[in-house]
């Protein structure tokens, strides 16, 4: 695929959330956040890609990855067309991997094709983070992320009436929320030390930080399972239609959920999903 029908494909991609946002539908970042937490080992663009082809999608492979699971993609299906790149290491080489090695560098990018689950047929495959307004396991993990990170974890009612408090090097939770509210509070003031204690604080605006780890939350929170739906109210308003601004801050907002969400489910099976 030449570079002129790549640069196509993604403008294409990128207007049409900047497209929707400027007509001040919301819904369709929504969805997108979503898609982030379903797929946050892919790139920006690929779940930008992924979402505008087939919006419902559940889980994405391969076909071959789909058959190492007992999966087989019914005929006739068609793929969804994301982009893999080709990098070197110490002989050229190319990876299917949506991430490259680190230790190599991509020289370039081409057009591979995943399938949607709903698109297979055969084995069951696991539920992962099915749950419902209870985070279960997932609070006393992130609990330890917080701390393995160096962030002092304490609770106070003295915060109230805000649920968290974010300072330097310490997060403060308002205690007797429940376990949902809990574990959003904490990803959502996590998500301030991660991206806001740094010298990009002073590039941000309150309102963007604000914005920002809500969206943050909303990804890790709807990626374990619980049903939150605040994270996207103020997007619109908020860049006034600044789709550069806006896509600036999604790629933000996916890489500290994808760390957030690394750091709490170490499953290799949560992983493939």
């Known amino acids: 695929m030449n ?12 207007n049409q959330l900047a497209d929707a946002l400027n007509s001040g539908d919301s819904k369709m970042l929504t969805r997108y956040l979503a898609a982030m937490a379903k797929f946050r080992t892919y790139s920006l663009l690929n779940v930008l890609l992924i979402l505008k082809q087939c919006p419902n999608a559940r889980r994405v492979a391969g076909y071959r990855t ?6 087989q993609v019914r005929q006739g299906q068609k793929g969804i067309m994301i982009f893999a790149p080709i990098f070197r290491k110490r002989r050229e080489s190319v990876s299917d991997a949506d991430t490259p090695d680190a230790a190599s560098n991509v020289v370039a990018y081409r057009a591979v094709y995943v399938w949607d689950e709903q698109q297979t ?3 069951d495959l696991p539920e992962i983070g099915r749950v419902t307004g209870d985070p279960r396991v997932y609070l006393a993990r992130l609990e ?21 408090l974010a300072e330097k090097g310490k997060v403060t939770l308002l205690p007797d929320l429940t376990p949902a509210e ?11 030390i991660i991206l806001h204690q740094s010298q990009r604080r002073t590039d941000t605006t309150k309102r963007i930080r604000e914005t920002e780890a809500e969206a943050v939350a909303f990804v890790v929170c709807k990626a374990i399972g619980l049903d939150t739906s605040t994270a996207a109210q103020d997007y619109v308003a908020l860049y006034g239609g600044d789709a550069k601004l806006l896509l600036e801050s999604l790629d933000h907002v996916q890489q500290t959920a994808s760390q957030i969400l690394d750091g709490i489910e170490l499953d290799s099976q949560q992983r493939a999903a």
């Open 3 to 14: 570079s002129e029908t790549i640069k196509k494909v993604t403008n294409e991609a990128i």
């Open 66 to 71: 789909w058959q190492s699971l007992g999966r």
């Open 121 to 123: 047929s055969g084995k």
């Open 144 to 164: 330890a992320f917080v701390l393995a990170s160096g962030t002092e974890l304490n609770y106070s009612s003295g915060i109230a009436p805000a649920r968290g």
């Open 182 to 192: 809990t574990f959003a509070t904490l990803a959502h003031e996590q998500a301030h």
